[in-house]
């Protein structure tokens, strides 16, 4: 009789490949708890590489969610589960070390939430339309797989149906605020919810992927509760579904690439088609310039849908740049007037006193500029406020010209709401707050604002050259997206000795500075010395020269190996 083997020894019956410019790692993924396989492409050789526990150990409260706590992640540590690492060789060490800076990265992700009682990647509507049988099951189980976060990090606690430990994870933004309308108190909540799909930085993360996820793709929903009613209005935003991109070159603003435009209307579709199976009608409002570099996007977006509009999907482009300029924001009105149809048509969810549904939401407003921030922000805020002001209507709190504007403590709280909630969702995805912030947070453009938006937007080009690369690689490792390829000229970046082994963006810049400021020094005296005439040439070809050769050499800075995303 044979003696039953060892359970360590068994073979592992799932497994993912991971591909590196200079190794391949074999992770197993069938909860067998084992340590990945790193194998050398360059001469086979094999070794094993420990795994890392990420803890949530700090939160705070801020707030509640149909009647349940929420919290947001304040801290998070990562902890090695593999001592032997001690012992390993230098190669290995060295490649443990870079899977470590990764995930002190991931340390940092903000705005995460998680709540112990309800299912928060649910809005309103949908947790109410849950079964009997499925509100039973683990908050894990319930959750939507495109807004949890940490759903490729609890595999392994799920192989093991270790259910109790399976605390679902959302990213976005969690806000609400209370305010007196007369003797009545309306509680007012806004959330966002991060989708996993195609998630990612500015610049490293555009467009659609074959399958129709985009990027920066985030589902807002504002809830209000008055005398026992609870009304929910949902909203998208998502990047322009076609598959393009913008390679960080050390240029401001990037050329936009479209790829295989031939495959844009099969992308389109599929995008919208998923729209429709969770939300239902869907009215997509495009805001981008009709010229230029986002003019081109705009006709190859336009041109797709004429492949999927039809009743249930409608496209809309609205030049926001061009009818509101940089101060006229006020001129949305115009949007709101060509969409009011849609907008009344397909309502919001409403639940009376006894839980019981009066309204439902029929479609969703769907809305894109190039980022997906600023300017979609204060759409998506001008969207809300008529929405509030509406249920608001329906429920005998206004009267027929009643406005949030009427009341200015209930109108300044909102206001802060949606500024907030599109600062969050900005940093994320650019690492800023958003910008024209100011309108959305006072009703009108101030200089502070503009100044702001000046600064937000030369942060927003240093960190997309310079910063975003290493932290989309942490993304993509913390959402278990294969590695399929290296897609940046890696012999630049490798080579080490002369100019590029010492270049650095914050020197360059720099010497530019340095540069100008004499230059300008050198041209205010010209008028007393001749010479500082030949100074101020000279002074302003060493600047030239700089920028020169960091524009040719934009590749030390940021071409990078970069994780390419893709679906598991």
Same mark, same amino acid.
């Given at each position: 009789?044979?003696?039953?083997?060892?359970?360590?020894?068994?073979?592992?019956?799932?497994?993912?490949?991971?591909?590196?410019?200079?190794?391949?790692?074999?992770?197993?993924?069938?909860?067998?708890?084992?340590?990945?396989?790193?194998?050398?492409?360059?001469?086979?050789?094999?070794?094993?590489?420990?795994?890392?526990?990420?803890?949530?150990?700090?939160?705070?409260?801020?707030?509640?969610?149909?009647?349940?706590?929420?919290?947001?992640?304040?801290?998070?540590?990562?902890?090695?589960?593999?001592?032997?690492?001690?012992?390993?060789?230098?190669?290995?060490?060295?490649?443990?070390?870079?899977?470590?800076?990764?995930?002190?990265?991931?340390?940092?992700?903000?705005?995460?939430?998680?709540?112990?009682?309800?299912?928060?990647?649910?809005?309103?509507?949908?947790?109410?339309?849950?079964?009997?049988?499925?509100?039973?099951?683990?908050?894990?189980?319930?959750?939507?797989?495109?807004?949890?976060?940490?759903?490729?990090?609890?595999?392994?606690?799920?192989?093991?149906?270790?259910?109790?430990?399976?605390?679902?994870?959302?990213?976005?933004?969690?806000?609400?605020?209370?305010?007196?309308?007369?003797?009545?108190?309306?509680?007012?909540?806004?959330?966002?919810?991060?989708?996993?799909?195609?998630?990612?930085?500015?610049?490293?993360?555009?467009?659609?992927?074959?399958?129709?996820?985009?990027?920066?793709?985030?589902?807002?929903?504002?809830?209000?509760?008055?005398?026992?009613?609870?009304?929910?209005?949902?909203?998208?935003?998502?990047?322009?579904?076609?598959?393009?991109?913008?390679?960080?070159?050390?240029?401001?603003?990037?050329?936009?690439?479209?790829?295989?435009?031939?495959?844009?209307?099969?992308?389109?579709?599929?995008?919208?088609?998923?729209?429709?199976?969770?939300?239902?009608?869907?009215?997509?409002?495009?805001?981008?310039?009709?010229?230029?570099?986002?003019?081109?996007?705009?006709?190859?977006?336009?041109?797709?849908?004429?492949?999927?509009?039809?009743?249930?999907?409608?496209?809309?482009?609205?030049?926001?740049?061009?009818?509101?300029?940089?101060?006229?924001?006020?001129?949305?009105?115009?949007?709101?007037?060509?969409?009011?149809?849609?907008?009344?048509?397909?309502?919001?969810?409403?639940?009376?006193?006894?839980?019981?549904?009066?309204?439902?939401?029929?479609?969703?407003?769907?809305?894109?500029?190039?980022?997906?921030? &600023?300017? *979609?922000?204060?759409? %998506?805020?001008?969207?809300?406020?008529?929405?509030?002001? =509406?249920? !608001?209507?329906?429920?005998? @709190?206004?009267?027929?010209?009643?406005?949030?504007?009427?009341?200015?403590?209930?109108?300044?709280?909102?206001?802060?709401?949606?500024?907030?909630?599109?600062?969050?969702?900005?940093?994320?995805?650019?690492?800023?707050?958003?910008?024209?912030?100011?309108?959305?947070?006072?009703?009108?453009?101030?200089?502070?604002?503009?100044?702001?938006?000046?600064?937000?937007?030369?942060?927003?080009?240093?960190?997309?050259?310079?910063?975003?690369?290493?932290?989309?690689?942490?993304?993509?490792?913390?959402?278990?997206?294969?590695?399929?390829?290296?897609?940046? &000229?890696? *012999?630049?970046?490798? %080579?080490?000795?002369?100019?590029?082994?010492?270049?650095? =963006?914050? !020197?360059?810049?720099?010497? @530019?500075?340095?540069?100008?400021?004499?230059?300008?020094?050198?041209?205010?005296?010209?008028?007393?010395?001749?010479?500082?005439?030949?100074?101020?040439?000279?002074?302003?070809?060493?600047?030239?020269?700089?920028?020169?050769?960091?524009?040719?050499?934009?590749?030390?800075?940021?071409?990078?190996?970069?994780?390419?995303?893709?679906?598991?």
């Amino acid at each position: 009789m044979m003696e039953k083997g060892d359970s360590s020894q068994k073979l592992y019956k799932r497994m993912r490949l991971w591909e590196f410019p200079d190794q391949y790692v074999v992770e197993p993924t069938d909860g067998s708890s084992g340590s990945c396989l790193e194998i050398s492409r360059v001469d086979g050789s094999m070794k094993l590489i420990g795994s890392y526990l990420l803890v949530i150990t700090d939160r705070e409260s801020v707030g509640s969610y149909m009647g349940h706590p929420i919290f947001k992640v304040s801290s998070m540590k990562v902890f090695p589960c593999d001592h032997s690492l001690k012992n390993t060789p230098v190669e290995q060490k060295k490649m443990e070390a870079e899977f470590s800076a990764l995930l002190n990265v991931a340390e940092k992700t903000p705005g995460l939430y998680f709540s112990y009682d309800v299912n928060i990647t649910l809005s309103a509507q949908r947790l109410h339309d849950l079964g009997d049988e499925s509100k039973l099951l683990p908050l894990w189980r319930q959750a939507d797989p495109r807004f949890l976060w940490n759903n490729y990090m609890m595999e392994l606690l799920i192989d093991h149906k270790l259910d109790p430990f399976l605390l679902p994870v959302v990213q976005g933004s969690f806000h609400n605020f209370q305010a007196a309308i007369g003797k009545d108190i309306v509680d007012v909540t806004l959330i966002a919810r991060r989708c996993n799909r195609r998630t990612g930085t500015r610049m490293w993360r555009r467009g659609a992927d074959t399958d129709g996820f985009v990027a920066n793709f985030v589902e807002s929903e504002q809830i209000i509760q008055l005398n026992g009613f609870t009304a929910s209005f949902v909203q998208v935003r998502g990047s322009i579904p076609l598959l393009w991109d913008q390679i960080v070159d050390l240029t401001y603003k990037p050329k936009f690439e479209i790829v295989r435009l031939e495959e844009a209307p099969r992308v389109a579709e599929r995008h919208f088609l998923d729209l429709r199976k969770k939300y239902g009608n869907v009215l997509s409002v495009d805001l981008v310039n009709k010229h230029g570099g986002e003019g081109r996007l705009n006709e190859k977006f336009a041109n797709a849908m004429q492949h999927v509009a039809g009743d249930d999907v409608r496209y809309l482009h609205f030049d926001f740049h061009h009818i509101c300029g940089h101060v006229h924001f006020e001129r949305l009105s115009i949007l709101y007037d060509q969409i009011e149809d849609f907008f009344i048509k397909n309502r919001y969810s409403l639940l009376n006193e006894k839980g019981e549904k009066v309204e439902v939401q029929l479609g969703v407003v769907r809305t894109n500029c190039i980022d997906c921030l &600023d300017r *979609t922000n204060v759409t %998506q805020s001008m969207l809300g406020r008529r929405m509030l002001e =509406f249920q !608001l209507r329906r429920l005998g @709190i206004f009267d027929a010209e009643e406005t949030i504007s009427t009341h200015p403590n209930l109108d300044e709280s909102f206001k802060i709401l949606w500024a907030n909630h599109g600062d969050d969702i900005s940093i994320q995805y650019s690492g800023t707050p958003a910008l024209k912030g100011d309108f959305v947070r006072y009703g009108k453009r101030t200089v502070q604002g503009i100044v702001n938006d000046g600064c937000n937007a030369l942060m927003r080009y240093y960190l997309n050259n310079f910063v975003d690369g290493t932290k989309q690689d942490a993304i993509d490792l913390m959402q278990g997206h294969y590695i399929m390829s290296v897609s940046r &000229d890696m *012999t630049a970046s490798s %080579q080490k000795g002369g100019i590029e082994a010492i270049a650095s =963006f914050p !020197l360059a810049l720099g010497l @530019i500075l340095t540069g100008l400021f004499f230059t300008t020094l050198s041209l205010g005296r010209v008028r007393n010395d001749v010479w500082n005439l030949l100074f101020s040439l000279v002074w302003a070809s060493i600047s030239l020269a700089i920028a020169a050769l960091v524009k040719a050499n934009g590749r030390v800075f940021c071409n990078r190996p970069r994780l390419h995303q893709s679906r598991r």
